[in-house]
């Protein structure tokens, strides 16, 4: 398993953009599909975007799609979520996962399918 830190989020008019990162420890971070995902007070925690390990493959959930974009950089053991067009409804705190490179892309949209988490970072969008 890897071990995954988040960092980058914060208070953001709507509108706005912020970056999120994942640093991974491990050396084999190349091997893991990595996700994104959500969670409002309240509210299940929902999927975001995947990317695959090669980074030639992302999938992103509807309501982001066209606003977020996933990508990776497996030199330096990081996955990002550029978030532009922030919206209200985007506050949460967004956690990072790392799945088994194996996974079809379709199902790397599933929680379950992770077998590691980050501790979440809070994002926050005011209107």
């Known amino acids: 398993q890897v071990q995954l830190v988040e960092s980058g989020g914060g208070l953001v008019q709507a509108g706005g953009s912020l970056r999120l990162s994942c640093a991974a420890s491990?050396?084999?971070?190349?091997?893991?599909?990595m996700g994104w995902f959500r969670q409002a007070p309240g509210k299940e925690r929902e999927f975001v975007a995947a990317?695959?390990?090669?980074?030639?493959?992302?999938h992103y959930a509807d309501s982001v799609k066209g606003r977020f974009t996933i990508s990776r950089d497996n030199a330096k053991n990081t996955v990002y979520l550029q978030m532009n067009s922030l919206k209200p409804e985007d506050t949460a705190v967004y956690y990072c996962?790392?799945?088994?490179?194996?996974?079809?892309?379709?199902?790397?949209?599933?929680?379950?399918?992770?077998?590691?988490w980050g501790q979440g970072t809070q994002v926050t969008v005011s209107s």
């Open positions: 996962a790392a799945a088994p490179g194996g996974i079809r892309m379709p199902f790397l949209s599933l929680n379950t399918e992770y077998e590691s």
């Open positions: 491990g050396r084999t971070f190349s091997s893991y599909a």
């Open positions: 990317i695959s390990w090669s980074g030639g493959s992302t």
